[in-house]
């Protein structure tokens, strides 16, 4: 994770149980959807009838109003400046987006989330006041590109731009070989935090503990030297 998102997501309530969605497209819908599963109260907002009563007839959310969000009247009398928690799923429509923000911001809201289209709708949407912005066709392109050009990497965790955790398929070169005998610390700089075994991760394997290829393997290190690793 981005470290500087860290103080936002600490400053988040953990008792918060209630998050306004403003924007039903698909990106909105698929915030509301699973916080409605996951049992949370979601109130929803669109300036369109139609996606409104969508929302509502296939039980998306727990509650959905008609308003539009750059006017601020409209949104006090929803109720929206009373959440904790407000999720702006403007995407497309730029300006709309800026405006909302904006206002919800003005209204109170202590986390104002933002979803971004661009990198410049980004940084005014930062400008404006959101606390925290999701650029997720960006980040959805990242990572297909990356499991693209590294197939062997299953799962990658960034822990900042230079350090990650990441779970690798074991390599043909490391068939056989014990934890001991491939001096993963010595020689790549990296640490093996797990490794599969009948369909389970084993934590901490011991230095006796033999890997096979196709089998997967969990490492932490600096990113340079997980692209040392012959995969
Ligand atoms: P998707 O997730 O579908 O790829 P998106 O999240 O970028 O797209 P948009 O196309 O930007 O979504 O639209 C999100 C929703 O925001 C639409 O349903 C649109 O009707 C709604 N919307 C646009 N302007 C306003 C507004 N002023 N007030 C409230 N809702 C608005």
Do not use: W
Not at 215 to 229: Q, S
């Amino acid at each position: 994770m981005d470290l500087s998102s860290l103080g936002f997501f600490r400053s988040l309530r953990k008792d918060n149980h209630q998050f306004a969605v403003i924007g039903l497209g698909r990106f909105g819908r698929s915030v509301c959807s699973t916080l409605h599963r996951l049992g949370y109260q979601v109130l929803a907002t669109d300036i369109d009838e139609k996606r409104v009563a969508d929302a509502l007839s296939e039980k998306i959310v727990g509650h959905a109003v008609q308003l539009d969000s750059t006017e601020p009247a409209a949104l006090k009398e929803a109720g929206l400046f009373e959440f904790d928690t407000v999720i702006i799923a403007i995407g497309n429509y730029i300006q709309e987006s800026i405006i909302t923000t904006l206002n919800v911001k003005e209204g109170g809201v202590p986390h104002v989330i933002a979803k971004a289209s661009t990198e410049v709708h980004c940084k005014l949407l930062k400008r404006v006041g959101a606390d925290h912005v999701v650029f997720p066709e960006y980040e959805a392109g990242s990572s297909l590109a990356r499991t693209l050009t590294k197939p062997s990497i299953l799962e990658r965790f960034d822990l900042d731009p230079e350090h990650s955790i990441v779970e690798i398929i074991v390599p043909d070169e490391f068939d056989g070989k014990t934890v001991a005998e491939l001096q993963l610390r010595n020689r790549y700089g990296l640490n093996l935090l797990a490794v599969s075994q009948d369909g389970k991760f084993k934590i901490n394997p011991d230095p006796y503990q033999r890997l096979y290829k196709g089998a997967a393997m969990v490492v932490i290190g600096c990113n340079k030297d997980i692209n040392r690793l012959p995969i």
